[in-house]
């Protein structure tokens, strides 16, 4: 029996042992270093009359290889069926293109709930302490004494996406003795999982909650819809004197108009984990003292990455012994 296909787009860092297992059914394929490379592959690979059904998009594939987007799915054809992709976003993976396809697309939810969690109340008390200013001045010998900083208890945290992360957040933000308000696009059905955060408080309106809390963080995936949800308008409706988080995804946030809105001080502070053209950040974010900064290392774990990593393989594997999917993004009729 002919074995099937697999294209590896970039390497497993930590799930040595599914990477093995998945070696010993399947033929698997790595991708060349560069996307100019990748595409002679493929075509040798046509011209050798062997297709994948399959793709692995390894964690940060996308800085050397680029987006899997419409005209790289395209070269796939015909025989692609999947691309499992690792991480929650699947924003680096044109799903509208692959749906026309019809290739199915799976992300790897769940698995980086936790630990994004903790970048978040990372930058959150990172910013709200100034650590970043304090511990460069430390470094450097500076005499500079340092300002005097915030305390997260009591102060209210907005979360926008009460998604798995989102839940995390407020699970660890009431710890530390926050209220928590949430806008989604309905209030959510608590669990007995969930119970303990049943005293949060829904906001029907996205203005609603960003006129009531003193941190907002962002947690929605990155759509048509929600590209530039937080743009001039929206930031000016954050109470004076806020702080704004985004682990989610860079361009969720306009970031000129982030820059404008701290620099006018109405923003007093921001924790960024993304940034809207990564890998650089605004050059103006980098200078402010008043910005806690992480180059998109939210879910950076050993723990998580193995998770993620075994999850997409393990969508492979069920899908081309089953045809059933674990996390499917897409749906093809």
Wanted: with cysteine.
């Amino acid at each position: 029996m002919t074995k099937d296909n697999i294209l590896f787009l970039g390497t497993v860092r930590h799930a040595k042992a599914q990477e093995a297992a998945l070696a010993a059914k399947y033929n698997i394929h790595y991708s060349s270093p560069t996307r100019k490379e990748l595409l002679d592959q493929l075509e040798n690979a046509k011209r050798e009359g062997f297709s994948f059904r399959a793709i692995y998009r390894g964690f940060a594939s996308h800085y050397a290889l680029g987006r899997v987007d419409e005209p790289l799915l395209n070269q796939f054809l015909p025989g692609l069926e999947l691309i499992a992709s690792v991480g929650a976003g699947y924003d680096f993976v044109d799903a509208v293109a692959a749906t026309r396809n019809k290739q199915w697309v799976t992300n790897t939810p769940g698995v980086v709930d936790d630990a994004t969690a903790d970048a978040t109340i990372l930058l959150l008390l990172s910013t709200l302490r100034h650590q970043y200013e304090i511990e460069y001045a430390f470094r450097n010998g500076s005499a500079t004494k340092p300002r005097i900083g915030r305390d997260p208890a009591g102060m209210t945290l907005g979360i926008v996406g009460m998604g798995g992360i989102g839940k995390a957040v407020a699970k660890r933000a009431l710890a530390l003795g926050m209220k928590i308000v949430y806008h989604n696009r309905r209030p959510i059905t608590w669990s007995t999982e969930t119970h303990h955060l049943k005293d949060v408080t829904y906001c029907s309106t996205l203005d609603e909650l960003l006129s009531v809390s003193d941190v907002v963080s962002i947690h929605v995936p990155l759509s048509s819809e929600t590209r530039h949800l937080f743009r001039a308008e929206q930031l000016a409706k954050m109470k004076a004197g806020s702080y704004l988080i985004n682990t989610s995804r860079g361009p969720v946030v306009h970031e000129e108009a982030l820059v404008d809105a701290l620099e006018s001080g109405h923003i007093a502070g921001a924790g960024l984990d993304v940034f809207e053209h990564e890998p650089k950040p605004h050059p103006a974010l980098l200078k402010n003292m008043n910005v806690s900064l992480m180059p998109h290392l939210g879910a950076f774990t050993i723990e998580t990455i193995t998770k993620m990593e075994a999850l997409a393989m393990e969508n492979i594997d069920v899908f081309l012994s089953t045809g059933s999917l674990l996390t499917p993004v897409n749906s093809i009729n």
